[in-house]
Every structure is written in C-alpha cells, then in structure tokens.
Nanobody
Framework: QVQLVESGGGLVQPGGSLRLSCVAS????????MDWYRQAPGKQRTLVAT???????DYADSVTGRFTISRDNAKNTVYLQMNSLKPEDTAVYYC??????????WGQGTQVTVSS
C-alpha cells in the first residue's frame, strides 16, 4: 500500500505562484513515475505534468512554460512549481504514482484557487 499526501494549495491572485508537494510512503518512490493531475468543477480529471524515474518531464500544453515538475528521491517527494497562475488553473490538484509492480495510487488532492 502506498499513501500520497499533497500540500501547498491555496488561494492566489492571477499572476502569482504556488508550489505543491506530494510525499509518498513506502520505498517505491525512486522507481516510480510521478504525475500531477487536476480536476476543475464539472470537468474531467486531466494530466498536468509527468516526471519519470530518470527525471524526464512532460507537460500539458496549457501549462508548458509556466509549471515545473521535479522530484527529490531522498525525500520521497514530488513537486509542482506553478508560476504565472491564471483563473483557469483553478482546480483540485492530485498526485499520482505509477509503479511497474505495485500499480497506481492517488493522493487526496489539494485545492488551488486563482482569483482576485
């Protein structure tokens, strides 16, 4: 069983920044692909960013150039640095882990609200 705990969400003005963190329990973090998803009210959950075990990254077009995903294997933590935030970035952000043997797990989500 793997548990993911997100933090760092909150209310921020347009143009502002937030950094989300997700800490994973257990000992599979370094061999897992990590993702950040988001779900806005009334919409489907969508993939925002991915980081592989080698540190390769990929982003949704809507956040490219504004968001940065990173990982610290020593701390079992994945981060999402979000800059130049827009109202349309408002959503619940979820951490997601993919492991070849242990399967996939979700965090409980953290709310990000971008509003003036």
């Amino acid at each position: 069983q793997v548990q993911l705990v997100e933090s760092g969400g909150g209310l921020v003005q347009p143009g502002g920044s937030l950094r989300l963190s997700c800490v994973a329990s257990g000992n599979i973090f370094s061999t897992s692909i990590m993702d950040w998803y988001r779900q806005a009210p009334g919409k489907q959950r969508t993939l925002v960013a991915t980081i592989t075990t080698y540190g390769s990254t990929d982003y949704a077009d809507s956040v490219t150039g504004r968001f940065t995903i990173s990982r610290d294997n020593a701390k079992n933590t994945v981060y999402l640095q979000m800059n130049s935030l827009k109202p349309e970035d408002t959503a619940v952000y979820y951490c997601h882990v993919r492991h070849f043997r242990m399967g996939t797990y979700w965090g409980q989500g953290t709310q990000v609200t971008v509003s003036s």
